[in-house]
T-cell receptor, first 116, second 109 residues
């Protein structure tokens, strides 16, 4: 089946630095990828929708200059958390549509970001 | 507004049956999903309902009533490995998933 590879799985960074998270579709082309953030014991919150070759669409309240999304190819989308702060510590998950099926969403394994 | 409600936590006994309820209100409707999420991991797909009725898949079944904006996930013959959070998500008219906060299911021996 469709696989989405997300890297790194865990990252600890210092406050003020930037962190890049990669999401790759391994055996299919993902024209659309979704980036979620999940705080402990809370729901998945959609941050942005990433479309190959165009600008990402950000949800209300998500700072596009802080969470940079690049979807330069049909198999790779990246999320860069710039000037990270402790409040950015969270679980970040990407998801990709796997084709024409309505329920064809596959998730990456997630990235646990801790900003110290 | 759009809203998904499900219980925060449930406890059940190994070998028993548990039903996790979900009510939803979304702008348009293109189906109801259930996902399982173990702590520290990404969600994994369990079921998808778009028509009313019960869909059975092994030990897990999912039910949908569109008129009531209601779904449930039924887990039978509970095993310790079923301890996880179960997320209900409704797909709206824009094919966007609206997520519930998840139900943490605790299985006791």
């Amino acid at each position: 089946g469709a696989v989405v590879s997300q890297h790194p799985s865990r990252v600890i960074c210092k406050s003020g630095t930037s962190v890049k998270i990669e999401c790759r579709s391994l055996d299919f082309q993902a024209t659309t990828m979704f980036w979620y953030r999940q705080f402990p014991k809370q729901s998945l919150m959609l941050m942005a929708t990433s479309n190959e070759g165009s600008k990402a669409t950000y949800e209300q309240g998500v700072e596009k200059d802080k969470f940079l999304i690049n979807h330069a190819s049909l198999t790779l989308s990246t999320l860069t958390v710039t000037s990270a702060h402790p409040e950015d510590s969270s679980f970040y998950i990407c998801s990709a549509k796997t084709g024409g099926e309505v329920y064809g969403y596959t998730f990456g394994s997630g990235t646990r970001l801790t900003v110290v | 507004g759009q809203n998904i409600d499900q219980p925060t936590e449930m406890t059940a006994t190994e070998g028993a049956i548990v039903q996790i309820n979900c009510t939803y209100q979304t702008s348009g409707f293109n189906g109801l999903f259930w996902y399982q999420q173990h702590a520290g991991e990404a969600p994994t797909f369990l079921s998808y309902n778009v028509l009313d009725g019960l869909e059975e898949k092994g030990r897990f079944s999912s039910f949908l009533s569109r008129s009531k904006g209601y779904s449930y996930l039924l887990l039978k013959e509970l095993q310790m490995k079923d301890s996880a959070s179960y997320l209900c998500a409704s797909m709206d008219s824009n094919y966007q998933l609206i997520w519930g906060a998840g139900t943490k299911l605790i299985i006791k021996p």
